[in-house]
Nanobody
Framework: QVQLMESGGGSVQVGGSLRLSCTGS????????VSWYRQTPGKQRDFVAV???????VYADSVKDRFTIFRDNEQNTVYLQMNNLKPEDTAIYYC?????????WGQGTQVTVSS
């Protein structure tokens, strides 16, 4: 079945960087928009960034100029480069795509930013 697999989370200090990966299995990510969301306990899942199949990118205001979403189509992977991390970036990060009117989510990867 279709699967999305995230990796790259971890613990960093304020100002540090992480690169998250979202790799597709049984789905070609280059033909679909791929989004990143994040969620903290007790709160809704919030939009972070999206890259369309055509390469257009949109970011949440809170991460603009610090995060970059980009693709490696040969690896069937979408990345989220996160720089200048802040404590409020601490969350579980999920990638999402859609195909044939169905949404697919990864299992999530934890990002923890400490001061």
């Amino acid at each position: 079945q279709v699967q999305l697999m995230e990796s790259g989370g971890g613990s960093v200090q304020v100002g540090g960087s992480l690169r998250l990966s979202c790799t597709g299995s049984r789905i070609v990510l280059s033909t679909n928009g791929v989004s990143w969301y994040r969620q903290t306990p007790g709160k809704q899942r919030d939009f972070v960034a999206v890259v369309s199949s055509g390469g257009a990118r949109v970011y949440a205001d809170s991460v603009k100029d610090r995060f970059t979403i980009f693709r490696d189509n040969e690896q069937n992977t979408v990345y989220l480069q996160m720089n200048n991390l802040k404590p409020e970036d601490t969350a579980i990060y999920y990638c999402k795509t859609a195909n044939r009117n169905r949404n697919y989510w990864g299992q999530g990867t934890q990002v923890t930013v400490s001061s």
